[in-house]
């Protein structure tokens, strides 16, 4: 992608089972931002039980539900 166009990439995050989203949440920008270069960084992620899946089976599109 150009800078001009912008970031579209995006995250998926699927928190173990007991551990808290809301908390994940609030950490994950920090956890991110001292991880990842700054071309690596989401620019919005979402979470669910799982990865979004079509009838088939096949990895799907999702709607985004938290910016960073």
Known sequence: MRLDEGRRLKAFVVPHPGNDPAALRA???TWIGARL???ECPAAYSFGPDLPR??????A????????
């Open 27 to 29: 950490g994950l920008s």
């Open 37 to 39: 270069t700054p071309a």
């Open 54 to 59: 079509q009838p088939n089976g096949k990895p």
């Open 61 to 68: 599109d999702w709607i985004i539900d938290a910016r960073d």
